[in-house]
C-alpha cells in the first residue's frame, strides 16, 4: 500500500509539472466566478465538517449532532472550540492587524488550560478525557522509504501496476483540486497567481514527496487564508512552515500530543464561518440572484454528494445561467429601410424620392454578437414579425443581412437561418447577405446558398446575393429596385443636373451667360486621373457632369466604442470611397476661407466631362458682375447645404451600424 501511495503521489506531480510546462493551467481562467465562489463556500462547510470531527471524533450528521448534543463529555469538547472560532473570527474582522490571530491563539490556549485547571483536571487527565490531540500511537522518525531497502524487497510490484488506471484517476482528481485552490486562492488574497508556476512547483514537490514515500500534496485553502488573515503575506512565511514540518518529521508526534482539540477545531470554525459568511452573507448582498443560486447549488452538491460532484453541477448551473443571461443580449443591432439608409452612390432627387417609396418593400437587419439558438430566435421572431405585418407580406421583396459584428455562430443557429431562407423563398424575397466572408460564418453561407439552389422556379424572385460590406449590398439593392421600377416611375426622365440647367437659374441675360461661361472652364476628367490629394489647398470647385470621381475618404473612429461588447472596436482609420457624378466638388473647402485642405483624395473612376471654377474667376465675376456673382454663390450655397446634409447623415448613418 505504502509503494502504490508513493508511485501514485509521483505520477499526480509529474502530470502537474507536464501540465505547467505546456501552459495549460490557465484552463481554470474559464471557470465562472459564481462557481468558485460555490467551491469556496463548500470549502467552509467541509472545514466546519471536518471541526466537528476533530472536535467530537465523529463525522457530522443529523444523527450524530444529536447524540453530541446528548453526551456531556462531547458538547464539552465542542463548545470551546466554537466558542474560540467564533470569538476568532469576530476579532479578526474588529481588527485586521498581523498579530490579532496569533494573539487568539495564545490567549486561547492559555485560557482553556486555566479552565480546566479550576476544574481540577490536569492536563494528563485532560487528555485521557479525549480533550486534547495526543496520545498518538507508538511510531519512530520519518524515514523515507528509498533508504529502507528491506521494504522495497516486500513490495508486489505487479500488483502496484494493477491499480495504475485508479493511480491516473486520482492524479486526474488531484488536478482539478489544485487548479480550483489556485484559482479560489487569487480571489481570496485578491491577486494574481501564475498557476503554470505554482503546477510546476507542485510537481516538483510531489515527485520528490512520492520518492520519499509522501502522499499527494498541493496549495492549501486553509492555512493560506489563515496566513494571510494573519498578515503574513511573505515569502519568509513559506520557509517557516517549511522548517516546522521538518521540525515534526525529526520529532514525530508526540510534539504535538498536549494540543488542545478546541484550539485546531477552533482553527477551522474559524476559517469555516470566514468562508461562508463571505459567500452566503455578504454574497446574498453584493451578488446577483442568478449567481447566488449557483452558489447555493454547489454548496448543497457538496454538502450532500461532495466537492467534485459540487463542481460539476456549479458549472452545469453557470451555464444554464449564462445561456438564460446571454440569450437576453439582443442579436439586432440595428434595422432600416432602403431610403432611410442610403448607400454611398449619389442618386438624384428622383431616384431618392423613389427608393424612399419602395423602402417598406426592404428590410435591412445589421446583426452582432454569437449567433446560437438562444439568441438567433429573436432574428427569426423579427422576420416573421416583419412578414405579419398589414400588407407586408406581399409588400416585401428585399431582406439584408449585415454581419460586420458577428463574432461566431454555432450549429444551433443554423436551423434558424434555414427557416429565414424558407420564408424567403416561399415569399419570393431576394436575400442580400453582406460582410459574410468570416472564416466563422462559411456554414451559414453554405446552408443559404444550398436553399438558394433548391426548388426555385424560373418565375420567382428568390435568389441568395453576397457583398463585401453592408454599402456594396446596399447599392445593389438599390440598382435592382431602380431598374425595376425606373420606367413605371418614370425616373429615365427625371431632373438631373446639368451645366446648362445651373447657367439657366443664374443667369438673366445673355452678357450674364457670356461671363458664367469664362469664369467656368471646361475640363475633359480621364478614368485614373487623380483630381486632388488629401491636404492639397481648396483653391477651385469642380462641376462634374458626365464624369465619375470617387473620393477616398479615411474616416477615424472612436476606438473605444465597444457598446455591443463582442467585434464592435473598429480599426482607427476606416476608408469609405464616396462615388461623386453630377454634383459639385471641392465646395466645402472652397468656401471655407479659401485655402482650406482637401479632405480626401479624389480619382476619376469614369471618363467624362466637367467645369472648374477657381478663386481668381470667382473674384473677376464679382468685380465686373457683381449680382451674377452672388446667384452663382446662391446656387452653390444650396447645393452645397443639401450635399453636407446628405453627406452627415450617411456618414453618422453608415458608422453606427
Same mark, same amino acid.
Given at each position: ?24 493551467? =490557465?484552463?481554470?481562467?474559464?471557470? $465562472? ?8 463556500? +463548500? ?5 466546519? #465538517? ?10 457530522? &450528521? ?26 476568532? !473570527? ?28 479550576? /476544574? ?13 490531540? +495526543? ?36 492524479? *486526474? ?8 485552490? =489556485? ?26 514527496? *512520492? ?53 485546531? *477545531? ?34 448543497? !452538491? ?93 409588400? /416585401? ?13 454555432? +450549429? ?26 468570416? $472564416? ?73 451667360? @457670356? ?16 483630381? #486632388? ?28 466604442? !465597444?457598446?455591443?461588447?463582442? =467585434? ?8 469609405? =470611397? ?9 465646395? %466645402? ?11 480626401? &483624395? ?9 467645369? %472648374? ?15 451674377? @456673382? ?25 458608422? /453606427?451600424?
Amino acid at each position: 500500500v505504502e509503494a502504490m501511495l508513493a508511485v501514485t503521489t509521483v505520477i499526480c506531480g509529474s502530470l502537474f509539472l507536464v501540465l505547467g510546462r505546456l501552459q495549460l493551467g =490557465n484552463i481554470i481562467r474559464f471557470l $465562472p466566478s459564481p462557481v468558485i465562489g460555490g467551491f469556496l463556500a +463548500g470549502s467552509g462547510w467541509v472545514l466546519g #465538517c471536518g471541526a466537528f470531527q476533530v472536535l467530537t471524533g465523529v463525522k457530522l &450528521d443529523p444523527a450524530t449532532l444529536l447524540d453530541v448534543l446528548q453526551d456531556p463529555v462531547r458538547s464539552a469538547a465542542l463548545g470551546p472550540g466554537v466558542v474560540f472560532g467564533a470569538a476568532m !473570527t469576530a476579532l479578526s474582522r474588529w481588527n485586521k492587524q498581523w498579530y490579532t490571530i496569533p494573539t487568539t491563539l495564545l490567549g486561547g490556549t492559555a485560557i482553556y488550560f486555566a479552565a480546566l485547571s479550576t /476544574q481540577g483536571v490536569s492536563p494528563q487527565g485532560a487528555m485521557d478525557l479525549g480533550l486534547l490531540l +495526543g496520545p498518538f500511537p507508538e511510531g519512530g522518525r520519518f524515514s523515507p522509504m528509498l533508504l529502507e531497502t528491506a521494504k522495497l524487497d516486500q513490495v508486489l510490484w505487479r500488483a502496484v501496476w494493477d491499480q495504475l488506471p485508479r493511480m491516473i484517476t486520482v492524479a *486526474g482528481l488531484g488536478t482539478i483540486a489544485i487548479l480550483l485552490n =489556485n484559482t479560489a486562492l487569487e480571489v481570496q488574497l485578491e491577486n494574481d497567481i501564475d498557476v503554470n508556476q505554482e503546477l510546476q512547483a507542485a510537481g516538483l514537490s510531489n515527485i520528490l514527496a *512520492g520518492l520519499g514515500g509522501g502522499l499527494i500534496g498541493y496549495h492549501s485553502l486553509g492555512s493560506t487564508t489563515l496566513g494571510y488573515r494573519m498578515g503574513a503575506g511573505t515569502r519568509f512565511t513559506g520557509f517557516v512552515i517549511s522548517a516546522c514540518y521538518v521540525l515534526a518529521l525529526w520529532a514525530g508526534p508526540g510534539s504535538l500530543e498536549f494540543l488542545p482539540k478546541a484550539l485546531v *477545531g477552533g482553527l477551522l470554525v474559524f476559517l469555516s464561518l470566514s468562508f461562508l459568511s463571505e459567500w452566503l452573507v455578504e454574497g446574498f448582498f453584493n451578488m446577483s440572484r442568478s449567481d447566488y443560486g449557483v452558489v447555493l447549488t454547489i454548496l448543497a !452538491t457538496v454538502a450532500g454528494l461532495g466537492y467534485m460532484p459540487g463542481v460539476v453541477v456549479g458549472i452545469l448551473a453557470a451555464i444554464v445561467v449564462f445561456v438564460s443571461d446571454y440569450s437576453k443580449v439582443p442579436v439586432v443591432r440595428q434595422t432600416f429601410e432602403c431610403g432611410k439608409l442610403c448607400s454611398t452612390v449619389q442618386r438624384s432627387a428622383g431616384e431618392r424620392a423613389e427608393l424612399l417609396a419602395r423602402g417598406p418593400s426592404t428590410k435591412a437587419i445589421v446583426l452582432q454578437g454569437f449567433l446560437f439558438f438562444g439568441t438567433a430566435y429573436g432574428l427569426l421572431d423579427l422576420v416573421k414579425g416583419n412578414l405579419a405585418d398589414a400588407g407586408a407580406k406581399s409588400q /416585401q421583396k428585399y431582406l439584408l443581412m449585415d454581419f460586420r459584428y458577428v463574432v461566431g455562430i454555432d +450549429g444551433s443557429a443554423l436551423s434558424i437561418f434555414k427557416k429565414i431562407s424558407a420564408m424567403a423563398r416561399a415569399n419570393n424575397i431576394m436575400l442580400i447577405l453582406t460582410d459574410i466572408g468570416k $472564416p466563422e460564418l462559411e456554414p451559414v453561407l453554405t446552408e443559404l446558398r444550398g436553399e438558394s439552389s433548391r426548388n426555385v422556379g424560373e418565375d420567382e424572385d428568390y435568389c441568395v446575393r453576397e457583398f463585401e460590406d453592408l454599402d456594396r449590398g446596399l447599392q445593389w439593392m438599390e440598382d435592382t429596385i431602380l431598374s425595376r421600377y425606373s420606367n413605371r416611375a418614370g425616373l429615365d426622365n427625371a431632373e438631373s443636373l446639368s451645366f446648362k440647367s445651373i447657367m439657366s437659374s443664374v443667369c438673366k441675360s445673355e452678357d450674364d451667360e @457670356a461671363q458664367f461661361r469664362k469664369a467656368w472652364r471646361y475640363v475633359q476628367f480621364q478614368a485614373g486621373d487623380v483630381v #486632388c490629394r488629401k491636404g492639397d489647398f481648396a483653391d477651385r470647385i469642380y462641376f462634374v457632369e458626365t464624369a465619375e470621381l470617387s473620393a477616398s475618404i479615411s474616416a477615424p473612429l472612436d476606438e473605444e466604442d !465597444t457598446s455591443s461588447g463582442s =467585434n464592435d472596436k473598429q480599426p482607427s482609420n476606416t476608408q469609405l =470611397n464616396l462615388p461623386i457624378m453630377n454634383n459639385f466638388l471641392g465646395a %466645402v473647402g472652397f468656401y471655407s476661407n479659401f485655402g482650406t485642405v482637401r479632405f480626401a &483624395d479624389v480619382v476619376v473612376m469614369k471618363t467624362g466631362s466637367g467645369y %472648374v471654377l477657381t478663386k481668381e474667376a470667382v473674384d473677376l465675376m464679382a468685380e465686373a458682375n457683381p449680382d451674377l @456673382a452672388i446667384r452663382t454663390h446662391m446656387v452653390l450655397a444650396g447645393h452645397l447645404s443639401e450635399t453636407i446634409i446628405a453627406r452627415n447623415k450617411l456618414l453618422t448613418q453608415y458608422y /453606427q451600424t
